[in-house]
């Protein structure tokens, strides 16, 4: 996940502010999400629960940045369609309700443990977590063919 965000910054950075900042906001969520997760080059003892300010720092993340595409960037872009004359038809009729998919996983996630206590339930994180793992390994795959659309119209 983070060589594709890293990817993903080199080829598509640069050119639009706003995508700048999301794809920052991208890494950023990616590291939280490996260092929650304990994967490399982040490794915690398989059997340790991470801790309960880690869980709701990186739920935050989470949703700056579901919030941050869903707010800023997807209409920057729809906006940026449709002032050029371009059909939006694709980005919102397939790519759009894909990326609205994992956006529910991830709101749920936040919802299950934005704010957990220390004599909160840990019975199912790790598997939680995994759930969330592959949503947003989905969701950057839709993201980057919305850019890759977007640039291929030269749009970015």
């Not at 019975?123 to 390994?137: H, P």
């Amino acid at each position: 996940m983070l060589t594709r965000a890293e990817k993903a910054k080199q080829r598509w950075g640069g050119n639009n502010q706003a995508i700048d900042h999301w794809l920052n906001e991208r890494q950023q969520l990616l590291v939280g999400y490996c260092q929650l997760a304990g994967l490399p080059p982040y490794t915690k003892d398989q059997q340790e629960l991470p801790a309960i300010e880690s869980i709701r720092e990186f739920c935050g993340q989470l949703v700056d940045y579901v919030s941050a595409g869903h707010f800023e960037v997807y209409d920057h872009i729809t906006r940026e369609h449709v002032s050029r004359g371009h059909e939006i038809g694709r980005l919102t009729d397939d790519l759009f309700p894909l990326i609205a998919d994992t956006t529910d996983i991830a709101l749920d996630f936040n919802d299950r443990y934005g704010n957990i206590a220390a004599d909160s339930e840990f019975a199912t994180f790790d598997r939680d977590l995994s759930a969330l793992g592959e949503a947003i390994e989905l969701r950057l795959e839709f993201e980057d063919r919305l850019l890759g659309d977007l640039d291929q119209q030269s749009l970015l």
